[in-house]
């Protein structure tokens, strides 16, 4: 009997080894899947909270949702036709009240959708609708603290692997780079001193060839118009609608995308109407050059153009469309910005932009003879902050007496992106 207890007792001393390593491998085990199970949980909540912040249209096709809120502080030291984002130069009011004045406003902030579909006639489809706040203001006591909304932009556009389509509100073909700028987003930059940037509702179409270096050529009817106001609710129809007639315009261009540089080259012809007494048209008409060009951290952009009343196509002329007689307004212009951008975040850039029309075809008391503008310009932008100051100098030319005057204007931007 001894003898078995003793026997048992070696066994059970040799056993627990096992058993504990048993025991270990278990709760090692166990620890593990806990762990697993604490991870799975943690990326289903995170799943969870991404699906609930995604935007998906009716339709269920990709969407985004972008947009920039902007506060823009601004100095001028005289009389300009729009305080915060001055085109020209006014005569100064009697000397009763200072010339120079100060403000804020935060009109100048975007918000766009985007959407996204494969497969749409075969091709790629891109919708875009990009509006601000500058649509003018209640007229109320709130004044500029109360601005509307506005549709700047909206494009529905299909690409394919050699020709597209757009249908929508853009920019006109002939014209349509941009300069760099967080202080002139309501009217873009150097508009009224050699941009014709007005978003005129169009369709165009294009076909284009190549791969790394692409050349294309592209026609497009645009909606006529003179650029005049029109009024708070009602609109009513301005000289080139009564044309009953589109504006055309078509460019060839050629682009190119390599490792270090970037650019594309364009020259285009615009050709549209405007009644004047009757059934007699006068002609607008234009032929332009621009150019976006990028080689490492610098970069080149521009526009110039010649022809006759322009005012429609974004302040061509200084926006005279006609003088004296119905005569329209011969003028010519262009504008060019250079940009450094030493890293990522920090833009550094200065332009000049120009419209002279001629002398002869305006008013010699009251017509605007030549505008030019100066600029230079810093942007920032910690992600997804964004902070800019420029500087311009506008110089607008009236007939004698008045001469040529002059605006220094200063605008501070603070915002963020998303």
């Known amino acids: ?47 969870a909270e991404a699906a609930a912040q995604r935007a998906e249209s009716r339709s269920r096709r ?8 902007l506060v823009n502080a601004f100095f001028n030291n005289g009389k300009v036709n729009n305080s915060d984002v001055p085109q020209f130069v006014l005569p100064p009011d009697p000397p009763v009240l200072p010339a120079s004045a100060a ?11 985007t959407a996204f579909a494969s497969g749409v006639g075969g091709g790629e489809f891109t919708g875009e ?16 603290t109360f601005p509307l909304m506005r549709l700047r932009r909206m494009r529905a556009e299909l690409t394919w692997p050699h020709a597209w389509l757009l249908i929508g509100q853009e920019a006109p073909p002939i014209a349509e780079v941009n300069p760099s700028s967080l202080a002139q987003i309501g009217f873009t930059g150097f508009a009224a001193s050699g941009n014709l940037w007005l978003w005129i509702p169009q369709v165009r179409a294009g076909i284009g060839a190549g791969t790394s270096v692409r050349l294309g050529v592209e026609a497009a009817a645009l909606a006529p118009t003179t650029g005049d106001p029109q009024a708070v609710f009602a609109t009513q129809p301005d000289r080139a609608e009564r044309s009953r007639r589109p504006f055309a315009q078509g460019r060839l261009r050629i682009s190119w995308e390599e490792a270090q540089t970037s650019g594309e080259l364009s020259i285009g012809g615009h050709y549209g109407w405007l009644a004047i007494a009757g059934d007699t048209l006068a002609v607008s008409k234009a032929a332009a050059v621009s150019a976006l060009l990028a080689a490492g ?14 005012a429609g196509l974004g302040g061509g002329g200084i ?14 212009g262009g504008w060019v910005q250079l940009n450094i951008k030493p890293v990522s975040s920090w833009e550094l850039g200065g332009g000049y932009g120009i419209d002279d029309p001629e002398d002869l075809d305006l008013n010699p008391l009251t017509a605007r003879l030549r505008n030019v503008s100066w600029e230079g310009h810093v942007h920032w932008r910690p992600q997804p902050l964004v902070f800019g100051a420029e500087f311009r100098r506008l110089e607008t030319r009236y007939a004698a007496p008045t001469g040529v005057l002059w605006v220094n204007h200063l605008n501070v931007a603070a915002g963020f992106e998303f």
């Open 103 to 113: 403000g804020a406003t935060v009109r100048q902030s975007q918000l766009a959708l």
């Open 319 to 332: 926006g005279q469309n006609l003088g004296p007689g119905d005569q329209p307004v011969r003028s010519k």
């Open 1 to 47: 009997m001894r003898t078995c207890n003793l026997v048992f007792a070696v066994l059970l001393l040799c056993a627990a080894p096992l058993i504990a390593q048993e025991q270990t491998a278990d709760t090692s085990l166990a620890a593990r899947l806990a762990r697993a199970e604490r991870t799975i949980e943690m990326l289903r909540a995170q799943v």
């Open 129 to 144: 609708l990009d509006m601000d706040f500058f649509g003018g203001q209640q007229p109320s006591s709130g004044g500029r």
């Open 62 to 69: 990709r969407l985004e949702f972008s947009g920039r809120v």
């Open 297 to 310: 951290p610098v970069e080149l952009r521009g526009e110039a153009f010649v022809g006759e009343a322009l």
